[in-house]
């Protein structure tokens, strides 16, 4: 069974800074992060496919970096210069064919 394993969700004031690691059980061809908000549809954040070549949402942009190691089947999400509006619960997905797989999510909440 194919499992993804998010970490490093909390709580950061404005303007800070975390990074989100996600660890799959395989290799993925395309790993990414999305986001659902309270009340909002889940959304892309990030991905990143196995050349490394990335995809950002506008929102993020120049703010947010995804990066993976393949080595270690991990994907990272590091984000700075957070908003309160980046409030979410954020989820890990990967792909492997026509299979899509997701984490379970991890909060991330900013503080104004």
């Known amino acids: 069974q194919v499992q993804l394993v998010e970490s490093g969700g909390g709580l950061v004031q404005a303007g800070g800074s975390l990074r989100l690691s996600c660890a799959a059980s395989r290799s993925m061809f395309s790993m990414g992060w999305y986001r659902q908000a309270p009340g909002k549809q889940r959304e892309l954040v990030a991905t990143?496919?196995?050349?490394?070549?990335?995809n950002y949402a506008d929102s993020v942009k120049g703010r947010f970096t995804i990066s993976r190691d393949n080595a270690k089947n991990t994907v990272y999400l590091r984000m700075d210069s957070l908003k309160p509006e980046d409030t979410a619960v954020y989820y890990c997905?990967?792909?492997?064919?026509?299979?899509?797989?997701w984490g379970q999510g991890t909060q991330v909440t900013v503080s104004s």
């Open positions: 997905r990967g792909t492997v064919g026509v299979s899509v797989y």
């Open positions: 990143i496919i196995g050349g490394g070549s990335t």
